[in-house]
Structures are given as structure tokens and as C-alpha cells.
Nanobody
Framework: QVLLVESGGGSVQPGGSLRLSCTAS?????????MTWFRQAPGKEREGVAA?????????YYAVSVKDRFTISRDSAKTTVYLQMNNLKPEDAGMYYC??????????????????WGQGTRVTVSS
């Protein structure tokens, strides 16, 4: 099983930026996957934030609430995916998780479609 490790969380003021990283232990088995960032605030459901294809044709997905503020990208080795978060708002706060699934079938933002999860990294946005 591929292990996913997130990093980069922290505390920022509204309008600030953070860059999250998710590193997979191996690229083996991920070629036809997408890697997705989810977040979960206390008392709320886990929601998809952004996703990117790990191999093959580059495909990206974004939640409407973060489009034009967040950017997802992958490194050339395709084992690390980044989430650049700009102009952070208090409603962006929560635990951020990365997860992987086979790229075909299911909805990218549906957490029940994912079988492989990291432990999460916390993002706090407050003044």
C-alpha cells in the first residue's frame, strides 16, 4: 500500500498563503490515479478541494470555493503533489488530507471513492 504523508500546514492570518505537500512512498501503482486534497472543518463533512492526475494526461479539478486562489501541482517524479493556497480565508481552516484513487469512475470530490489516505495536516486561518 502506498503511504501518503502531508506537510506544510500551519497558522496564518486571513489573506496569507501556505503551501501543502503530499508525498507518496512510491510511484508504483499510482500511474492511473488522481491525488486529491480534501479538508474537514470541525463539525463539517470532508470536502474535496483540488485534485490532479498522477500520470498520463494532466487533469486538474478544483472546488468552486477555492478556484483562482488555490493551485494544485505535481513534481516531475510524480510522487509529490503540492497545494499552493493564497488569499486564505477563515473558512479555509481545517484538517487537510491527501488521498488517491483510480482516476476513472466515481466523482473526484467524493471521499467515499478513495481508498488511500494520509494522516492530515492542520491549517488555521485567523487574525
Amino acid at each position: 500500500q502506498v503511504l501518503l504523508v502531508e506537510s506544510g500546514g500551519g497558522s496564518v492570518q486571513p489573506g496569507g498563503s501556505l503551501r501543502l505537500s503530499c508525498t507518496a512512498s512510491t510511484y508504483t501503482g499510482l500511474n492511473n490515479n488522481i491525488m486529491t486534497w480534501f479538508r474537514q472543518a470541525p463539525g463539517k463533512e470532508r470536502e474535496g478541494v483540488a485534485a490532479v492526475s498522477v500520470g498520463g494526461v494532466l487533469i486538474e479539478y478544483y472546488a468552486v470555493s477555492v478556484k483562482d486562489r488555490f493551485t494544485i501541482s505535481r513534481d516531475s517524479a510524480k510522487t509529490t503533489v503540492y497545494l499552493q493556497m493564497n488569499n486564505l480565508k477563515p473558512e479555509d481552516a481545517g484538517m487537510y488530507y491527501c488521498a488517491t484513487k483510480y482516476r476513472y469512475g466515481g466523482t473526484w470530490s467524493d471521499p467515499s471513492s478513495y481508498f488511500n489516505w494520509g494522516q492530515g495536516t492542520r491549517v488555521t486561518v485567523s487574525s
